[in-house]
């Protein structure tokens, strides 16, 4: 913990949902927010409580630093008691995140999936909060390739000098679990390099992102894929992202401006399936083929460790019109059911049922 710096942490699970994974309940939300409210006194300069799909989100502000035991014991604590909450009311998955029995002093690789950024406030600080279902922390390659390092939907790494040097990449290679694997990679002058890696959403995801102008960090990605800590399916990782805004960092809009495409991620139906990603409202829930992806952005200016109220990025008419033109790409990819792209390659099946029976037939070969 650094003097006069200001950590936002935010740490989300999914502990239980209504009618399959489509949405917690009030109840449950409401027992997250009063225990982060009662437990988190003295500890958190200020809290705020959403859920994306099936997935609660808990944004927090503090003064502790990154990787704080007791911010950590805090988001695991409420899950739990959200977790007997879910399990009184029955609902579906309840604790289905929690994948260890105890907390070990740090939340990440517990299943929770963790973003966190520290920093001196500038005397105005914008940020953004986005939350997505169904999907994995591969989603976010594109919009943030597109966001930090293309011309096409930033122009303002022309316009603006606090931009020009540009952006430098830390990804991560998340099949790599005995430890962080991760090369730093500078835009623009690596983007073949970038892109090469960026490809493969399975394999290699954007941690974080810093400003060459002033080497401050301005995006932190959650990385978690709990199939890789559990060893097997327990739900796809729906990834948290927390990045500041304006000045040496992109506009908001810039920001935005990637998720107007709604591109291809793997996740929808069992993760196990390809579908587009919908900007959606906070809040929202899961419907058609358990899905499709969503993601949602809420804004913030932090003051002195206290939030504004929340501006809920992705509600506006604009992004009425992206949804439907989602909506149709995600019929569209339906169409083929099974077939070919529309699921997701062997390797990333997040069931076992087909391993089994791919087994089986194998038995079954004859050579001629
Ligand atoms: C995908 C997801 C759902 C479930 C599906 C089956 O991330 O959460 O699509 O995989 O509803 O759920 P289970 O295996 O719990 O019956
Ligand atoms: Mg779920
Ligand atoms: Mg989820």
Request: include cysteine; charge should be negative.
């Amino acid at each position: 913990m650094a003097e006069g710096k200001t950590t936002l942490s935010v740490i989300k699970a999914d502990v239980g949902s209504i009618g399959g994974h489509i949405k917690p309940s009030q109840r449950l939300l409401d027992r997250v927010a009063e225990f982060i409210e009662q437990e988190g006194r003295g500890l958190l300069t200020d809290s705020f409580i959403s859920h994306t799909g099936d997935d609660i989100a808990i944004l927090m502000a503090h003064n502790r630093g990154t990787d704080d035991e007791d911010i950590h014991r805090l988001a695991w604590d409420a899950f739990l008691a959200g977790t007997e909450t879910a399990k009184e009311q029955g609902l579906y998955g309840a604790g289905q995140d929690l994948l260890k029995d105890a907390f070990s002093g740090n939340i990440k690789g517990m299943g929770p999936a963790v973003a966190e950024l520290e920093f001196v406030e500038r005397p105005n600080e914008p940020f953004l909060f986005f939350a997505a279902d169904k999907t994995d922390p591969g989603a976010y390659n594109l919009p943030l390739y597109l966001a930090f390092a293309d011309p096409m939907h930033n122009t303002g790494l022309m316009l603006s000098p606090s931009m020009s040097e540009g952006f430098q990449f830390t990804i991560m290679d998340v099949t790599h679990t005995e430890g962080d694997r991760i090369i730093e990679l500078n835009a623009p002058e690596d983007l073949y390099d970038i892109t090469a890696l960026l490809r493969d959403n399975e394999r290699f995801v954007v941690e974080s992102i810093h400003s060459r102008t002033n080497m401050e960090e301005c995006v932190s990605v959650a990385t978690s894929r709990l199939s890789l800590i559990a060893g097997r399916y327990t739900g796809k990782d729906d990834p948290v992202m927390l990045i500041r805004t304006q000045g040496a960092f992109p506009a908001t809009g810039e920001i935005l401006s990637p998720f107007r495409l709604g591109h291809y991620v793997a996740g929808y139906m069992r993760g196990s399936h390809t579908g587009p990603l919908m900007p959606v409202k906070q809040n929202s829930s899961i419907s058609f083929f358990d899905g499709p992806p969503i993601v949602s952005c809420a804004a913030f200016c932090v003051h002195h460790g206290k939030f504004t109220e929340a501006a809920d990025a992705f509600d506006h008419p604009f992004w009425d019109h992206v949804r439907d033109h989602v909506s149709q790409k995600a019929i569209e990819i339906r169409t083929q059911g099974f077939s070919g792209v529309a699921m997701l390659p062997y390797s990333e099946l997040e069931y076992g049922g087909i391993v089994e029976r791919l087994g089986k037939l194998d038995t079954k070969f004859k050579v001629r």
